[in-house]
């Protein structure tokens, strides 16, 4: 059974930066696309930033130059680099993933597998 459980999440001020990382377990990371999704009270979930098997990369338009997406496959885990944070980032985040199947990708779809999510949080 797959299980992923994130953390790094916390209170900062406008501009300040965070670290979220995500350790998966139960399946073979490397074959598997992931991604960061948020999302704040009373708004629906959002695509923050994909990353495929590949290794290719993806990013909301609202996080693109602040937020950097990576993964490191020895260690089974996927990080989300946030600077320059604002208030409008506040929510919570998730990571998910999903075993990459052949032919197109679509970074936003698909996952079956999600962490309990942690929580972020960004005064002005």
């Known amino acids: 059974q797959m299980q992923l459980v994130e953390s790094g999440g916390g209170s900062v001020q406008a501009g300040g930066s965070l670290r979220l990382s995500c350790v998966a377990s139960?399946?073979?990371?490397?074959?598997?696309?992931m991604g960061w999704f948020r999302q704040a009270p009373g708004q629906e979930r959002e695509g923050v930033a994909a990353?495929?098997?590949?290794?290719?990369?993806v990013y909301a338009d609202s996080v693109k130059g602040r937020f950097t997406i990576s993964k490191d496959n020895a260690k089974n885990t996927l990080y989300l680099q946030m600077n320059n944070l604002r208030p409008a980032d506040t929510a919570m985040y998730y990571c998910?993933?999903?075993?990459?199947?052949?032919?197109?990708?679509?970074?936003?779809?698909?996952?079956?597998?999600w962490g309990q999510g942690t929580r972020v949080t960004v005064s002005s």
């Open positions: 998910a993933a999903d075993y990459r199947m052949p032919g197109p990708w679509d970074p936003w779809y698909g996952y079956h597998y």
């Open positions: 139960g399946y073979t990371f490397k074959n598997y696309y």
């Open positions: 990353i495929d098997s590949d290794g290719r990369i």
